[in-house]
């Protein structure tokens, strides 16, 4: 994470700034598509369990299309590519569904580490993704 952000505050402090609010709302996101009611917890009890099921996928679906907006609107605020910020970050998303459905089938649902490991995975390749866009 440190290095693609470095690579990406090479182009401007604030583009560095902007980069960083975008990857944590993407880690953010998916988490939430991790919630949704088809996602099931691994264990009756824990942070996993507290959240499963506990977002619809209407809900999902329209705050994913805020966040990926919300990306294209920083990444033309800074005078970055408005196009491939979204695409860094629907990349980062695939990727961290992929690994949620390896874990899934693994532990039979998600935890509370599952979700942490989504954040950390959808942030790191979003950072990643920006640096190779820059």
């Known amino acids: 994470e440190v290095g693609a952000l470095t690579t990406i505050a090479g182009q401007g402090v604030w583009v560095g700034a902007a980069a960083l609010a975008v990857a944590a709302a993407t ?3 998916a988490a939430v598509h991790a919630a949704v009611p088809r996602v099931r917890s691994a264990r009756e009890a824990g942070f996993g ?3 499963a099921g506990g977002v619809p996928p209407l809900g999902a679906a329209l705050l994913t299309a805020a966040v990926l907006g919300a990306g294209a609107a920083l990444a033309a605020a800074v005078a970055a590519d ?3 910020w979204p695409v860094a970050q629907a990349a980062a998303l695939l990727i961290t569904a992929g690994l949620r459905r390896h874990v899934t089938r693994r532990l039979g649902g998600v935890t509370g580490d599952v979700f942490g490991a989504l954040i950390e995975g959808a942030t790191a390749a979003t950072l990643v993704g920006l640096a190779l866009a820059g």
């Open 82 to 84: 408005p196009v491939a």
């Open 27 to 29: 880690g953010r996101l």
């Open 49 to 51: 369990a507290l959240v």
